[in-house]
């Protein structure tokens, strides 16, 4: 008798839901931030300068992503065959994404450093439009202080998949 009370008590034990610990998830309602990491590749043409040339190049961007709104950093590099310079640029960057197709449109800018016989320091800022899933087609606009090219406009592709992200 008191082993089969003492199995009883056992196997109701065992079967009550166990307490919360400090490491279970909590409990959310509504969308949560989502941190990304993307790098890809970026291409276009310049089409406003002197020197109108074709660009090739890499980018890197750090985004929080929440309801479909988007904030980050970006940083790019890419070299320019019209002018034979290489351009660095980096800054924030904002933008919205519809849900299905992940169409969108955002827009950043900051600091601009062009090597070109010489080096210039100016700012830039792009417009861009999300086509699908890691494909953007863009409009950047760049100026710096000195008298040669010193207003540069150009077009293009920028293609990026994720590299990391918090979910």
Request: proline share 5%; net charge negative.
């Amino acid at each position: 008798m008191k082993t089969l009370a003492f199995i009883s008590v056992l196997a109701a034990s065992l079967a009550l839901p166990s307490t919360a610990s400090a490491d279970d998830e909590p409990f959310v309602i509504g969308s949560q931030p989502i941190w990304f990491l993307t790098g890809g590749v970026t291409t276009g043409g310049t089409v406003a300068l002197d020197d109108k040339g074709a660009f090739v190049g890499a980018e890197l961007s750090l985004t929080r992503l929440r309801d479909r709104h988007y904030l980050g950093f970006y940083a790019d590099a890419y070299y320019d065959w019209g002018p034979n310079g290489t351009y660095l640029s980096a800054g924030p960057e904002l933008g919205l994404l519809k849900r299905v197709p992940p169409i969108g449109a955002g827009i950043d800018g900051g600091v601009a450093i062009r090597f070109a016989d010489g080096t210039d320091i100016g700012g830039t800022g792009r417009l861009f439009l999300t086509l699908a899933a890691g494909l953007a087609l863009f409009g950047r606009y760049t100026h710096f202080g000195t008298a040669d090219n010193e207003q540069i406009v150009s077009v293009g592709l920028t293609f990026k998949v994720p590299l990391y992200n918090s979910f």
